[in-house]
């Protein structure tokens, strides 16, 4: 339509004209002008025209009162959001007007004023909320949405003024603890404490007891999907399980939630469970089957989606050093329509997945990416081959080795670069092993041209000069142009000189090192070449001329010294690992290092203290399913979350087992019965809760 | 924890803005987004703009179409709840809109739209409701759709038809059409029951607005569509029980929902996805993805139990992998019983699943030969395509496309169309696409089989024989006889006008694609054993209808 034109820069003056055109016109077309040129004022706020339309206050100002439209209202509304969050003192004039709103019958305009006073950040209008929402909190009975709103817009008005929130916190806390006719109320109540005590980082952590997460838990079938998760988001560290049974009645019912079509809900699932598990020291196999194939039902989202639980989820467990999860190899093959940042994931998680069974199955398909048309990839594939070699043992290495050669027969350059760099690091952690391969690898020698590569070359000559008779000739052609390198070629270049002629005192190697060392010292540019030539120097003289300060011995020892293993380290350090399983979906868990190093203003999460709390997290023992048909009905049973009331499964470990089974039944029945109100579902009694009273009757 | 929303346009400049948690620039974000932004980056960012020393920000976004739907969000954020969020904003918005594409202009003119939309579905950056169904109920406001839109609305019912199946059902059609008009009744007929003093407003403001309509025929916007749209004009009008909804229990469905005929219609579609390169004779993918889509209208509370046959064996494939809509009660499906559930009103997804197939198992429509013989001594060219039915013998396709790309073969051969193509097959008709360089068969429909039966085409196309055409044009210039009349369109002439230029563009393998749909059988034998639906207070009588349906994903092809 011809709207286009509404989106583009006006001056004041012409809305202005535009506004009171439509004015002069009683009629209807009068109605629609005015509207369009409100809908410029909002696209120009957009474009952030601010000054301009600052000048239209007092148009604006006038439209307010007399229009009854609520699209009107509704730019008004936005109209002095957007400018009272940069202008706060220069709309105070519309206060009056968004007080009236606030006293209209209408629930949405209610709502409108509402978060348009919470979004202006001045003391006015913060007064004049608090002063509303107080007056809400009185009254009995208020609409849910509003009261909903007014408990969100609590966590907006603590970035303003702390304190006054506080003292409201109890209100709130009553509100989860008894608010029971309408959920989600009661959920954005948790919701707001729970952000509210996030912020403050003097307040200790927020915490609801054992019973009320029950309570809450209780709901989860009548919860929509955003409170569902937000729910399992706000529970772990809030509530702190204080007996084995709780956790296991907790994993129970919040099971079932990791099927959820919501992402959000089934990772936030996941999260809880994993923080449950923290506190139990057993866990059946079945748990741990539904952990995997929920991780696997979520890797089918949309990449971007993809990319999150690959990263956080599946890279922290299975930094673990016992996984939790149970995964096959080909979920983490890589696509070729995949965006570069899952594909670099996907290596990695290849990388953790590997061990001696999966190794074949990983290395084919490494070895079908390192020669595809994608040079990055190909790249990329050779290197994880590389440090899958370092990472497995000696006869998986021989495996990775065996490909490596046999890429190299393929004879592209930049894949044959990367297969000396990767060489380097197999050399260095099974020094004698592939001495045989040196020569093949050797004979590449002239496509090095990388730095890495020419580096890695020189390294490989240089170690292994005894087994290569031709070394001096190899050395020599990347030694005749030594000023034209990189500089960390040439300090390689340089230490490698010396280490010939330490290693076999002769003429030749003598000649060499005298040329370079003359080289790097009167004619390169660089002062730290320079000055590590001249240590060189002066070291190879004080061991000539003055045979008792160093020896041959000494010197070989500083010059060519035994190099030590390398090791690949994946694990992260436990306390990391703590803290980031209790952030799994958050932010900083992408980037797998500890919060305080990714932003500096975060308070550390950290696992709350239990008599139950497992603090070796290796101590977690896996109960394998001994026989299927057991599993069933005991997982069956455990799951019937409508009707909770009978018995969870339990691992035979428990700490009551020896009680008889009664009490334990009973006691959850009452505290079921607690929460049945009669807003909810009408649900059927469970079979246990109807045995129960059969038996009171007999 | 969303703090502002942009949607961006895709040289990322803001087309929409929502401040969530006052901040006080909407600008600078804004810009430093454009920063950090660059191809292929990871769908977070991370990065405080100038001016704000805490660094605490991150930017989490999507690219849909051709629009970017960022988040700004503070460091303790659930990313992956912002991220399904705006994936689930972004269909939101698709569905509104109803249209499949979103673009620049569509969000410019309806900025106000999208603003309330963003209003309802998210407060102070925490996510409150995204189900298109129920938000539908509280805005009204009329979509400025391009006059391109409005004219080809018959086109966009199709469209919303195609979901449901593209077979012509027609007692199913025709029950639609009546669906639709009793939803445009339902609304005043609920009023009448529970709000007088509304209705008194709502009258007169229907007048008022047929008056004016009439007025101003020519000027309104909304003139064309007063006599069936006047409720949806009245923005300032909703149903009371829709706006409890949300905080009510069972949020996803109003209460007094009525209707005459009560019927519930339940698809199971699978969606087939294959690839092949065929050269190598090597399988890339596999894959079923499939899905329950129901349709409701029914009246009152209703309880639906269904049982789906995987769910009653405990298939393990499937359990793993399905995710079910928010109001199936999922306790049911672990322990392997029926699933209850209280629908929503309207369309929706009840449940989606993938299932992996063996490397080894038939595709359901199998090519099993592609040959292309030159024969240059006769300066002819043969293509041959065979292709056999996978699937059981006491179905049929509905219908059966295969698209056989022709951009390598001309490139390869020099291809003379001034000599007609001639085409041959058992079944169905051969279509040359000139400008797009391709041959569609309409194999129609075949019945199934397991490799038994077999269905061929061929081709013939003539190469360039530039004997014969210097003999021609001697002919043409010496002779007295004017050149052969050409009846029809001159193929080779529209073939040169439409690929002039094209050298110069990339140059990318095409694949051999082919288009099925299989009524009444699901590959991966899903079914729904049956349907039961009781509502306790109305006790109506209800229809519930089931279908299956197998049909091609985006994705189902022959690399050549």
Redesign the interface.
Known sequence: MSDQRIFARYRANEIRAELQNGEMKKVKSGVTKKKNALRKIIANLTLGNYSEMLQLFPEVMRFWPIEDDIEVKRVCHEYIRTLGSIKPRSIIEALPFILRDLESRNERIQIMALSTLVSVPFNKFTDEAFDFIIKLAGKRTTSGNLLKNAIYSLVQLDDYDHERVMSLTSTLSEIVDHHLENPTIQIAALNALYQIHDRDAKAPPYHISVDTAFNLLELLPTLNEWDTSTLLEVLPITVVPQSHDDVYDMIDMILPHLQHVNSAVSLNALKMILYLLNYIDEVNETIIKRLSNSVVALLEKPAELQFLVLRNVILLLLSREQSLLKLDVPYFFIEYNDPIYIKDTKLECLYLLSNEETLPQILDELEEHATDIDIQMSRKAVRAIGNLAVKLGEKSAQKCVDILLHLLEFGVDYVIQEIISVFRNILRKYPTDFKRDIRTLVRYAEYAQETESRNAMIWIITQYSDILPDYLELFETFSQNVLNEAPEVQFSLLTSCVKFFVRSPSPATEKLCVQLLKECTEEAGNPDLRSRAYMYWRLLSVARENTNMVTPDMLKDIVDGELPIIELNTKLDPAVLEELELNIGSITSIYLKPTSQIFRMNTVKHLPRSRILDTDKGMLRVIPDSSSNENVSSSSKGRVSTSKKNGVHRAPTMSDFDKPAETVYKLKGERKSSSNSPSKLARKPSMLMRKLTLKKKF | ?SSILYILSETLE????R?L???????QPAAQFKRLYHK?????L?GGYPGDL???W?Y???QRDSLFFVSV?G???????T???L?QFYLLLRNYFDVKVLDK?LV??N??LV??LLDESI??G?????DAGLIRDYIR?KI????LHTTQDPGSIQLEDDLYGSESDEERKKAEKRRRKQLQERQPARTTKQELGHLRKKVMQTWKGKG?GK??AG???NSDNDGEGDDEDD??FMNSDI??T???????RAKGIHYAKNEFFLDVIERVEYAMDYPSQTVRKNVIHGEIVCKSFLSGMPELRASINKILH?DKQF????????CV???N????KEITFIPPDGDF?LC?Y?LKRHVRDQPVIKMSRFEIKAKPAKHKLKMYVTIEPHFKPTNATSKLNVRIPLGRLFREYRIDLRRPLRFKCDSGKVLFNVSDDFLLWEVGAIKGGHGETQVEMAVEFSLFDQEAYDREQEELRNSMNPPPLVTGPRIEEIHKQVHEGDESKELKPEPLRIDFEIPYSTLSGTNVEYLKISEPQLQYQSFPWVRSRTVNADEYLYSL
């Open positions: 924890m803001t087309l929409v803005a401040n948690r006052a901040v006080p620039s909407l600008e292929g980056a990871p769908p977070v991370r805490e660094d605490n991150a989490v976004y999507i969000v460091n303790d954020a659930d990313a992956v709840e991220l399904h969020y994936e202009n410019l003119d900025t106000v603003m309330e407060d102070f925490f996510v409150q409701v995204t406001v400025n759709l391009p006059e004016s007025k101003h000027v309104s916007q923005d300032t706006a409890k949300t905080v009510m229990a069972v949020s996803w405990q359990l793993a992998s399905c995710k079910f809509h928010q009660d999922l306790a499906v672990a322990e392997g997804v989606t993938d």
